[in-house]
């Protein structure tokens, strides 16, 4: 299940099953949201990404859900796999043009098998 | 994707001493690169955006004469930690752009200040 620690939010999944990870974001001019996974002790990585003018977007074993309504990103994994253990970041560029990227909490994903 | 290096991958200083921190696009031109700061199982803060050949700009709370960064090139930005305390210690992961593309990260610095 889902829980949320000092300061990281942690998810623990079985290997096989689906993983929902959820993030809010705070400026309701962001055009442009990323997700990023971080291993330990290594910089992130680009997972996928959605515009502001779409609510889904689909890639390999991903999709990420925007409702701008409530301000409400998600990123879904399909068959989660223990790679896939890892912190997820969602972003939100606020700054148009310059690309300014505002990050999350982060989520803690681990995968048990 | 394109290839962002950062070096060293980890450095530890003493206290009192500076540090300097690569940044380098290695197969495209990075018009703008952009320094972060993590706290350990915290997210990524902003400390600054800088364009080749311009000063970078400091996000609120950042101190510039603290953190110096120089894009002198399009496949450079270094960050120097002056006068590094233990507090300094974290770690800090660039990003590089070219122009209106996406943004890649390097692997980021572990830095620690004893």
């Known amino acids: 299940g889902e829980s949320v620690g000092l300061h990281l939010p942690t998810l623990s999944v079985q290997e096989g099953d689906n993983s929902i990870i959820n993030c809010a974001y705070s400026?309701?001019?962001?055009?442009?949201f990323i997700w990023y996974k971080q291993e330990s002790g290594k910089g992130p990585q680009f997972i996928i990404d959605?515009?502001?003018?779409?609510d889904k977007r689909q890639g390999q074993r991903v999709t990420v859900l925007l409702n701008k309504t409530v301000k409400h990103l998600s990123l879904q994994i399909a068959a989660t796999q223990p790679g896939d253990s890892a912190v997820y970041f969602c972003?939100?560029?606020?700054?148009?043009?310059?690309?300014?990227?505002?990050f999350g909490k982060g989520t803690l994903l681990t995968v048990n098998p | 994707g394109a290839v962002v290096s950062q070096h060293p991958s980890w450095v530890i200083c003493k206290s009192g001493t500076s540090v300097k921190i690569e940044c380098r696009s290695l197969?495209?031109?990075?018009?703008?690169m952009f320094w972060y700061r993590q706290f350990p199982k915290q997210s990524l803060m902003l400390m600054a955006t800088?364009?080749?050949?311009?000063?970078?700009?400091?996000e609120q709370g950042v101190e510039k004469d603290k953190f110096l960064i120089n894009h002198a090139s399009l496949t450079l930005s270094t960050l120097t930690v002056t006068s590094a305390h233990p507090e300094d210690s974290s770690f800090y992961i660039c990003?590089?752009?070219?122009?209106?593309?996406?943004?890649?990260f390097g692997q980021g610095t572990r830095l620690t200040v004893v």
């Open positions: 197969d495209f031109q990075a018009t703008t």
């Open positions: 972003a939100e560029n606020s700054g148009g043009s310059n690309y300014k990227l505002t």
């Open positions: 800088s364009n080749e050949g311009s000063k970078a700009t400091y």
């Open positions: 959605i515009r502001s003018n779409m």
């Open positions: 990003s590089a752009r070219e122009d209106y593309l996406e943004a890649f």
């Open positions: 400026n309701s001019a962001s055009d442009y």
